[in-house]
């Protein structure tokens, strides 16, 4: 049994970037799906597509690597956990190594970066770091 299925998305890209793969397959759900264009919006994964199957759908990521195959993401972490939520005000949200990186924030309106949820006023959970 699973307890925190989008700490093994990051866990399966963190492994499938040390080695070089360039794309991964993740079992699909609707939050995985938001990360996945958050990551695509910021630019750090070129793409994604939802694979229909049975009995569970996969999400495939094509990874992004620089002209000299280095990784365009080159940290990412899990900020709450099931044990221990975190979240975040629009006034409180900073940035993630002074705007070089992002943080993937679940709010109303769905899951946004934290440049698009301060740009429009809103927080929620954050759910992990990338850089």
Request: aromatic share 4%.
């Amino acid at each position: 049994m699973m307890t925190d299925p989008i700490a093994d998305m990051l866990t399966r890209i963190r492994n499938a970037l040390r080695i070089e793969r360039s794309r991964v397959d993740i079992p699909a759900s609707r939050v995985k799906q938001g990360i996945a264009e958050v990551l695509q919006r910021e630019g750090y994964i070129w793409d994604f597509e939802t694979i229909e199957q049975a009995p569970q759908n996969v999400l495939r990521l094509n990874l992004k690597y620089g002209p000299n195959g280095e990784d365009v993401i080159q940290s990412i972490q899990r900020v709450s956990k099931p044990g221990r939520r975190v979240y975040t005000r629009t006034r409180d949200s900073g940035d993630v190594l002074q705007g070089l990186g992002i943080s993937v924030i679940s709010t109303s309106q769905g899951v946004l970066s934290n440049r698009e949820a301060k740009s429009k006023s809103i927080g929620g959970e954050v759910l992990c770091e990338v850089w």
